[in-house]
């Protein structure tokens, strides 16, 4: 045993020795942050830094508009959603019905105004050139033609398009434009859904986590002005469901009256445009008048004054009315946040405007105003 831990002891390695330090010299002077070249130098990785993340916020831009509209949709429908559950059932069980109800909606609409919008685009696209010739009857439009040559230069250019069927290819960029947009137009809808059903899901979970960072002391305050925005928003998806609905009603009469074809079909589409904010009525007039073409100029023009006029009486005597009533909107405050909104953010900004303006006013009652008034 001895002679094996002396065999042991000699064998064992000596430690070695640890390396000399590496003389590297004298450190200089700290960098002159005042230098001039420093400051450029970090002021122009700043900028590129920043330039870099607009960019990558402009490329995801489409996905965060998606979000913005399934979060506005999912808070609009929360109204809904309590007004069931107020009727003893579970959030799953309403959240399930709204979302049934929605479906029905869409599947009833494509249906109902898909095969009619296809046959009277067609028919319009083929009554063209004879509606462009019962111009010429107008006595104007004659002589601007006559010095001017619009009406032959229109019906020229409608001919050579129609004739070799180029017209498809010309407006959606052929077979494959007309696929991408299909795919990309289902793929939008389809994210906003299912954003929708998960926002409209977790709402409540959502609220109890923001105020959780909220100070306790002031967390019972923040809790009712978030309800108390919530349900201004959802008077606010109601009050527009409730303008566009008179507008459908009124186009469907104006197409009984004016003997239009498909007039459900019609209405369906006033009520679809009539809940986007200032461009949607564009898009309905523009609608209902090309169906109204497809009968005889005259009919066209009667149901664009009538639509226009509808229209002038919508936005200053209904919708500043209903958005005051239900939200405490003021009028004016209402058609300029609308389009305060749509001049910075499109659509998406149309949408959120009126709420937004809404829940400005909420906190400026409830929080700034009563300071002012005790400081």
Same mark, same amino acid.
């Given at each position: ?8 002891? #000699? ?22 942050? #005042?230098?001039? *070249?420093?400051? =450029?130098?970090? #002021? ?7 330039? %870099?993340?607009?960019?990558? %916020? ?13 979060? $506005?949709?999912?808070?609009? %429908? ?15 069980? #309403? ?12 599947? $009833?609409?494509?249906? &109902?105004?898909?095969?009619? &919008?296809?046959?009277? =685009? ?62 990309? =137009? ?60 008179? /507008?459908?009603?009124?186009? *469907? ?22 809940? &986007? ?23 066209? &023009? ?28 003021? =009028? ?25 303006? /809404?829940?400005?006013?909420?906190? %400026? ?11």
């Amino acid at each position: 045993m001895a002679i094996a831990q002396r065999i042991k002891k #000699a064998t064992k390695r000596a430690p070695k020795a640890a390396p000399a330090p590496v003389d590297y010299g004298i450190l200089g002077e700290p960098i002159n942050r #005042a230098h001039p *070249f420093y400051f =450029g130098f970090i #002021a122009t990785l700043g900028a590129l830094t920043a330039i %870099l993340l607009m960019r990558a %916020l402009a490329s995801v831009s489409q996905i965060f508009i998606l979000i913005l509209i399934a979060l $506005f949709l999912a808070t609009g %429908l929360n109204p809904a959603v309590e007004a069931l559950r107020r009727r003893k059932l579970s959030r799953a069980n #309403a959240v399930a019905v709204i979302f049934a109800s929605v479906i029905l909606f869409v599947i $009833f609409f494509a249906f &109902v105004v898909i095969p009619p &919008v296809v046959s009277q =685009g067609s028919q319009l696209i083929n009554r063209a050139p004879a509606l462009l010739s019962e111009l010429t009857n107008n006595a104007t439009i004659s002589k601007l033609n006559d010095d001017y040559g619009i009406i032959d230069t229109l019906q020229t250019k409608l001919k050579s398009v129609t004739s070799n069927g180029s017209l498809l290819v010309s407006t959606f960029g052929g077979v494959v434009g007309v696929g991408k947009s299909v795919l990309s =137009g289902f793929f939008s809808f389809m994210t906003v859904l299912v954003l929708t059903l998960y926002f409209i899901t977790s709402l409540p979970q959502a609220i109890d986590l923001g105020l959780s960072m909220v100070p306790a002391s002031r967390r019972e305050r923040v809790r009712r002005l978030t309800h108390a925005i919530i349900g201004r928003v959802g008077s606010f998806v109601g009050s527009q469901i409730i303008i566009a609905a008179m /507008a459908s009603v009124f186009v *469907f009469i104006l197409s009984l009256i004016l003997g239009l074809p498909s007039p459900i079909a019609i209405g369906m589409i006033v009520l679809v445009c009539g809940l &986007v904010p200032l461009i949607g009525h564009f898009l309905g007039c523009s609608v209902v008048t090309l169906i109204a073409l497809t009968q005889s100029t005259l009919i066209g &023009v009667i149901a664009f004054l009538a639509y226009v006029l509808y229209v002038q009486i919508e936005n200053y005597v209904v919708t500043p009315r209903i958005m005051k009533k239900t939200m405490s909107v003021p =009028g004016a405050v209402t058609i300029i946040s609308a389009l305060i909104g749509s001049s910075l953010l499109g659509l998406i900004g149309g949408l959120l405007a009126v709420p937004v303006a /809404a829940s400005i006013i909420l906190i %400026l009652d409830e929080v700034v105003i009563p300071r002012a008034n005790n400081s």
